[in-house]
């Protein structure tokens, strides 16, 4: 290898090197401590009750401002809802949209599982919708 091939491959090193120091540390909790309800008190198809009363869990939490963070959890979730401009009961800020959505799905253990673990989703809260 020549020196100027030498020199090209360590610029490409530094360069994906500058990439990773600048993204965000990835967070490092489990995803099943994000989730502030028990999804275990659901049945199958993601209800919980009496059995004469049966009803979806609804459930919230914020994202940042962006179309690239309402389209992945709108392909993680087809039930969620952004609600921009409304802090919820969990207290979105004025630059963090408001997601709702709700347990009554195929694969809602699995849904919350993913979106519990974006990082920039910090917490996943139960909606009561007041």
Same mark, same amino acid.
């Given at each position: ?21 600048? =993204? !965000? #540390? +990835? *967070? &490092? =909790? !489990? #995803? +099943? *401590? &994000? ?96």
């Amino acid at each position: 290898m020549n020196i100027r091939a030498t020199w090209a491959m360590l610029g490409v090193v530094v360069s994906i090197c500058s990439a990773c120091a600048d =993204s !965000p #540390p +990835a *967070d &490092r =909790s !489990p #995803p +099943a *401590d &994000r989730i502030g309800f028990d999804p275990s008190t659901l049945n199958e198809q993601g209800l919980y009750g009496p059995a004469d009363g049966l009803r979806a869990l609804s459930y919230e939490y914020c994202i940042p401002e962006g179309r690239a963070y309402a389209d992945e959890v709108a392909t993680i979730d087809p039930t969620a809802e952004i609600h921009p401009g409304s802090p919820g009961r969990i207290g979105c800020s004025d630059d963090e949209p408001l997601v709702t959505g709700n347990t009554h799905q195929p694969n809602f253990r699995d849904i919350l599982s993913r979106l519990a673990g974006r990082p920039y989703v910090g917490r996943i809260e139960q909606s009561f919708f007041e």
